[in-house]
């Protein structure tokens, strides 16, 4: 499969070349961009280590495992079982010439087979949530080396209802970083609304309609409730 980017003048959509036909999406990390300035907060609380091993847990389309690589000179393997997210990481990581230290992996977080101790650090921005918490502590817990730290991206109350899971997996809460109040809202989904919009009235046709549903009723549920999606970085240690 041969894939291209191009963005449009807005920069909210990007054409694939998905062999020899053109397909237009919207670019949602484009409205993601600013949220990154958060990962770096989280990532400068974490003690440094030289060149660390970073595992990416459920990367998408890279934007995070890309800031991964610059924050650190280290080697970053990100997974995913979303193999069109990993395509276009793939596309990233050969035209950012990072393909001696980034690696997109095709697999599960269950079934990865990494070694035990493989990794300085796991880092999850959107993921755990979506999987069984202890089945996820226990295997990160064993993917990670002695002393080594996961970072979690979640909503406040899901990491304030699983905590307890990590911690009996051998986890310590050391630090964390809270997102401003209803930033998900006020700086992604309204511009995504707006955006939608904007394509719906003014280049219609240009996105696949059926494609945007999905996402117009997820703006809905966060609007109705923009509290409910506050997010903080949990930054936990392996002591156990
Ligand atoms: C909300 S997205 C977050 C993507 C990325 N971390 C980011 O911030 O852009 C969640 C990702 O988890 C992936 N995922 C779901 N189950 C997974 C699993 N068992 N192992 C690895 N990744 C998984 C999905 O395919 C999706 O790409």
């Known amino acids: 499969m041969?894939?291209?980017?191009h963005h449009d003048l807005f920069g909210h959509l990007e054409l694939h070349q998905v062999t020899g036909k053109i397909i237009k999406e919207l670019n949602q990390e484009s409205l993601r961009t600013g949220f990154l300035a958060f990962t770096r907060k989280a990532f400068a609380l974490l003690p440094g280590i030289d060149n660390p091993h970073i595992l990416d847990i459920g990367c998408g389309s890279g934007m995070v495992t890309l800031e991964l690589a610059a924050l650190s000179q280290g080697r970053i393997i990100g997974i995913d079982i979303d193999k069109q997210a990993l395509d276009?990481?793939?596309?990233?990581?050969?035209n950012h010439g990072l393909s001696d230290r980034v690696q997109a992996v095709h697999k599960s977080l269950f079934k990865t087979r990494f070694p035990d101790d493989t990794f300085d650090l796991a880092w999850d921005e959107g993921t755990?949530?979506?999987?069984?918490?202890?089945?996820?502590?226990?295997?990160?817990?064993?993917?990670?080396?002695?002393?080594?730290?996961?970072?979690?991206?979640?909503?406040?109350?899901?990491?304030?209802?699983?905590?307890?899971?990590?911690e009996q997996?051998?986890?310590?809460?050391?630090?964390?970083?809270v997102l401003p109040e209803k930033?998900?809202?006020?700086?992604?989904?309204t511009p995504l609304?707006?955006?939608?919009?904007?394509?719906?009235?003014?280049?219609?046709?240009?996105?696949?309609l059926?494609?945007?549903?999905?996402?117009?009723?997820?703006?809905?549920?966060?609007?109705?409730?923009?509290g409910k999606f506050d997010c903080a970085f949990f930054i936990l240690e392996k002591i156990g």
């Open 2 to 5: 041969k894939l291209e980017y």
């Open 88 to 94: 276009k990481l793939n596309v990233k990581i050969k």
């Open 128 to 166: 755990l949530h979506l999987l069984a918490t202890g089945k996820s502590a226990r295997e990160i817990n064993r993917l990670l080396k002695p002393g080594g730290f996961l970072v979690m991206n979640e909503t406040i109350d899901w990491l304030n209802r699983h905590l307890k899971k990590f």
């Open 169 to 177: 997996y051998g986890f310590i809460r050391r630090d964390q970083v």
């Open 183 to 189: 930033l998900w809202w006020t700086h992604y989904y």
């Open 193 to 208: 609304q707006k955006t939608i919009l904007e394509l719906e009235h003014q280049q219609p046709g240009s996105v696949d």
């Open 210 to 226: 059926k494609k945007l549903k999905p996402l117009k009723r997820e703006i809905e549920m966060v609007k109705r409730d923009p």
